[in-house]
T-cell receptor
Framework: QKEVEQDPGPLSVPEGAIVSLNCTYS??????FMWYRQYSRKGPELLMY????GNKEDGRFTAQVDKSSKYISLFIRDSQPSDSATYLC???????????FGKGTRLSVIA | DAGVIQSPRHEVTEMGQEVTLRCKPI?????LFWYRQTMMRGLELLIY????????DSGMPEDRFSAKMPNASFSTLKIQPSEPRDSAVYFC??????????????FGEGSRLTVL
């Protein structure tokens, strides 16, 4: 079992839809949870970061962490064509250890 | 403010040739990471350096791969000899080790390698 599992999609939704992206993980030592967004032919860039269970909201984006279930989610409200990208979950343990990434979910928002 | 700079952006080479990928991290960052991305395997960590010292190279697939960081502002990833299965996008990323370190990485735009 990989440390981080993420459904690769692809996921195609109409503009304005609510999108839910998910990752599960097996290492209970993970404390920092991130979502990266990667546009085509670009490097990943940090979208959201959280270190506690619960929800964190930033505009149309909400990151949710459930440590008891080892499950994290990213919700996108009122999705836009500009949200079309690959979304990668990433997580790390304390102590200067590298991020472990999911394989990424490719999202297309159709106008 | 310059981000992580990688070169070349694209490289097409023939099997058996040597490939050298270059990276300039963000000024002031003291950790540098090399990742490889493919459709099948996603983003895989190859090697990372803290303060120019290699910390973990267990992700380097074979002895054909080597990485160096001679100073805080430059790193190379070398493949010799290259093989078609090395075709991928190679990303360099940097971060700052400090008291509030969370693991956030800043990525370059990648070097797309095609080995024929």
């Amino acid at each position: 079992q990989k440390e981080v599992e993420q459904d690769p999609g692809p996921l195609s939704v109409p503009e304005g839809a609510i999108v839910s992206l998910n990752c599960t993980y097996s290492n209970s030592a993970f404390q920092y949870f991130m979502w990266y967004r990667q546009y085509s032919r670009k490097g990943p860039e940090l979208l959201m970061y959280t270190y506690s269970s619960g929800n964190k909201e930033d505009g149309r984006f909400t990151a949710q962490v459930d440590k008891s279930s080892k499950y994290i989610s990213l919700f996108i409200r009122d999705s836009q064509p500009s949200d079309s990208a690959t979304y990668l979950c990433a997580m790390s343990t304390p102590g200067n250890t590298p991020l472990v990434f999911g394989k990424g979910t490719r999202l297309s928002v159709i106008a | 403010d310059a981000g992580v700079i990688q070169s070349p952006r694209h490289e097409v080479t023939e099997m058996g040739q040597e490939v050298t990928l270059r990276c300039k991290p963000i000024s002031g960052h003291n950790s540098l990471f090399w990742y490889r991305q493919t459709m099948m395997r996603g983003l895989e960590l190859l090697i990372y350096f803290n303060n120019n010292v290699p910390i973990d190279d267990s992700g380097m697939p074979e002895d054909r791969f080597s990485a160096k960081m001679p100073n805080a502002s430059f790193s190379t990833l070398k493949i010799q000899p290259s093989e078609p299965r090395d075709s991928a996008v190679y990303f360099c990323a940097s971060s700052s080790l400090d008291r509030d370190y969370t693991g956030e990485l800043f990525f370059g735009e990648g070097s797309r390698l095609t080995v024929l």
